[in-house]
């Protein structure tokens, strides 16, 4: 791709983004607010903050445009997952399907629902469009820019319209390097973040103004995000029966019940679409895969050694090339593994929790050491692989600086992590953040084992910006403290 054709790139994208975020103004406070990025349009979100979040908003499109210069000089990194979907477009264009394998080989069945609608659909209208596929990286940038500003959204509108908030958002971002390295990597992840934080603006505006029009475009949100990642499918089912009963309750337009049928008629569509095509009803195949390969393989592994979860699961861990394969080992799969965990269920209890500390601690090793082409995509990592000691004296040894950024990493991870348990206790009885505690925990329970910064990103914006609100509210606390203490000091003396 050469310098002119990057420019052209960039400024497309800059373009893009700032009118994306002018539609979201409009969208939240009418065309009088559409003045993006002078202090009269800004400031009727942000007051006294809107010059600090302009230069801050300009400071993330370098940070992403930084990400973009070294992926783009070092050639961009393709995961397995990035491949996949990279086959599930192509495949689109010549099946009308979205099987992630390439189309020489024996078909895994497998592959046939792996991956879910959206993120294929968008890859595949850049090639139909003939675009190199490098400004996918470009886009990403766009979606990632676009969900930053509406966590200042989420923080100045609904909690605290804190400089100082705002600081320790862009603070912690800095020290979340998976924000920026996933623009560059063919990934849905940021595209599930940025559906699930136009879902948590549509609540939230629907909760101030009681419109219907935000529950409809919440339900909407809700099935791009569950049609973006299988994880949020049954968020999107509460969306919906959510939004059924209000619209029942309030019985003012009968109509609109309709719209509280889009995340079941969606869920309907692909499960039919996935039975055709593998015999077996189901929305998405990677949950049973990764009952098999994370859930029930690494319990065991960790409680019963390799050798053993090796016997009992080996016979299972099967490529299926035909319908019936497929069924039958769908339904070995199910049966076995839910039967080991509801057996052993006490101890992986605690194993599950275990992965869900992670999922809010994990700095993030595996991200850095494949954006940087340290390590190949098929390590385990160390979460689960409990390396030795010699190995990782020699890891340290070898990157020690970016080990001593995965230090601050987990560091400020820990910050985060007290600042926005701190943030739900204080807003305990606030519905608002009642609702974003729910989709965050939703999420990390659901990835359980697999718990990683990668699996955290969706809903990293909401864990950061509530840290930053609760501690920039324990500063002020303590200012305030500090201030009546000095003025009884004076009077006490006069």
């Known amino acids: 791709m050469n310098n002119g054709l990057i420019g052209i790139g960039i400024a497309s994208v800059n373009y893009f983004t700032i009118s994306f975020i002018r539609a979201i103004i409009i969208f939240l406070y009418g065309t009088n607010a559409s003045y ?57 264009s010549t099946e009308a399907n979205f099987y992630a394998g390439p189309q020489s080989t024996e078909r895994d069945f497998r592959l046939y629902s792996k991956r879910t ?74 595209w599930l973040q940025f559906f699930v934080m136009l879902c948590i603006l549509s609540y939230f505006q629907f909760h101030k103004t009681q419109q219907y029009g935000w529950l409809i475009s919440l339900l909407i949100f809700s099935t791009c995000a569950a049609l ?81 979860a090796a016997k009992i699961l080996e016979p299972l861990m099967i490529v299926p090339h035909s319908k019936s394969e497929f069924k039958k080992n769908y339904d070995q799969v199910n049966e076995t593994c839910k039967q080991i965990i509801i057996s052993n269920g006490m101890g992986y209890t605690f194993f599950h929790l275990k992965g869900m500390v992670y999922f809010f601690l994990d700095p993030g090793r595996f991200d850095l050491y494949q954006f940087f082409k340290i390590e190949e995509d098929t390590s385990k990592g160390f979460l689960n692989q409990k390396p030795r000691r010699n190995e990782l004296i020699a890891q340290v040894k070898n990157h020690p600086f970016i080990w001593l950024y995965l230090g601050l990493i987990f560091c400020f991870n820990i910050l985060k992590t007290i600042g926005f348990l701190g943030f739900l206790w204080q807003y305990r009885n606030h519905n608002l953040a009642i609702v974003v505690s729910c989709v965050v925990f939703y999420i990390a329970f659901l990835t359980g084992p697999l718990g990683a910064s990668r699996f955290a990103l969706p809903v990293g914006l909401i864990v950061m910006g509530g840290a930053a609100i609760f501690y920039s509210d324990q500063y002020e606390r303590c200012i305030r403290k500090i201030s009546e203490f000095k003025s009884k000091r004076v009077t006490n003396q006069n």
């Not at 230069?55 to 000089?73: A, E, M």
């Not at 994880?231 to 609109?256: E, M, N, P």
Request: proline share 3%; hydrophobic share 50%.
């Open 36 to 92: 993006l990025f002078t202090l009269i349009g800004l400031s009727t979100i942000f007051h006294n903050n809107a010059l600090k979040i302009k230069g801050l908003l300009l400071f993330f499109v370098i940070v992403y445009h930084g990400f973009l210069f070294y992926s783009l000089k070092h050639e961009p990194v393709n995961l397995r997952d990035s491949i996949e979907y990279i086959n599930s477009a192509s495949n689109f």
């Open 117 to 190: 609608p959206i993120y294929p659909l968008v890859l595949h209208g850049i090639y139909s469009l003939h675009l190199h596929r490098n400004f996918i990286y470009l886009l990403q940038i766009f979606i990632g820019l676009s969900s930053i500003f509406m966590a200042f959204i989420f923080m100045a509108r609904f909690f605290k319209n804190s400089g100082l908030a705002f600081l320790l958002l862009t603070i912690f971002l800095l020290f979340t390097p998976s924000q920026f390295i996933y623009s560059q990597f063919i990934m849905a992840d940021l």
């Open 228 to 308: 973006t990642k299988p994880v949020f499918l049954l968020a999107s089912f509460a969306i919906g029966l959510f939004c059924l009963l209000h619209f029942i309750k309030t019985k003012k337009y009968r109509w609109v019940i309709l719209f509280s049928l889009i995340p079941f008629l969606s869920w309907a569509l692909v499960c039919n679409k996935n039975k055709k095509l593998t015999g077996v009803l189901h929305y998405s195949s990677i949950g049973y895969i990764n009952l098999l390969h994370y859930n029930t393989n690494l319990y065991l592994q960790a409680s019963q050694g390799k050798e053993e």
